[in-house]
């Protein structure tokens, strides 16, 4: 099945001239799904073996912990400042106007741990980059990304050199 076929492009959302990709129509349609996920299982998979897998909130959610659970692996939540409940170190990044802090609690991975970072999309590449520094600020080791879809025209991958980066559709 062509996956991109079933991404909705909804134009001038969340404001004009924005193009958005609509995961939603994936998501709902329980073979497409099923599809993505196991295409991005492969990507993650091809990276070799590693102890757990990342995602940020919140639709790095919904990819990074079926994934996981696939391969028989941890998930560990990246969270919006003041959400997660024990002790945590945050990395502020850039927004459009002013900045936001993304966290981690402390003990989510361990020392050494090689980590798999997985979310929806890969835009300017800020995002994973802060998701980046929060792993490796715990002493782990980020192994491979992966992304269900890549905006190749914004250059993202520029942030991420170094990294091995994987995507399933690219636009
Ligand atoms: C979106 C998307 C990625 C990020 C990509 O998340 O889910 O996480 O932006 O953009 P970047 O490469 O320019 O950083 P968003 O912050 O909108 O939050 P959400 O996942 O909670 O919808
Ligand atoms: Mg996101």
Do not use: W
């Not at 802090?101 to 300017?124: N, P, R, S």
């Amino acid at each position: 099945m062509d996956l991109k076929s079933k991404l909705r492009e909804v134009p001038d959302f969340p404001k004009e001239g924005i193009n958005f990709i609509d995961i939603t129509t994936v998501l709902q349609d329980a073979e497409a799904l099923k599809q993505c996920i196991d295409q991005m299982t492969q990507e993650v998979k091809s990276f070799g073996d590693f102890d757990m897998i990342v995602g940020p909130e919140s639709r790095g959610f919904i990819f990074g912990t079926p994934i996981a659970y696939t391969l028989g692996k941890g998930f560990a939540p990246i969270r919006k400042k003041g959400k997660l409940p024990y002790k945590t170190i945050g990395v502020e990044y850039e927004l459009e106007y002013g900045t936001d802090t993304l966290e981690m609690h402390i003990d989510a991975i361990k020392k050494g741990d090689k980590v798999v970072i997985v979310d929806d999309l890969l835009a300017t590449g800020g995002t994973t980059q802060s998701n980046i520094k929060l792993v490796e600020q715990l002493g782990g080791e980020v192994v491979g990304i992966v992304y269900f879809i890549e905006l190749s025209f914004l250059n993202g991958r520029e942030k991420l050199k170094g990294y091995e980066v994987k995507s399933i559709v690219q636009y």
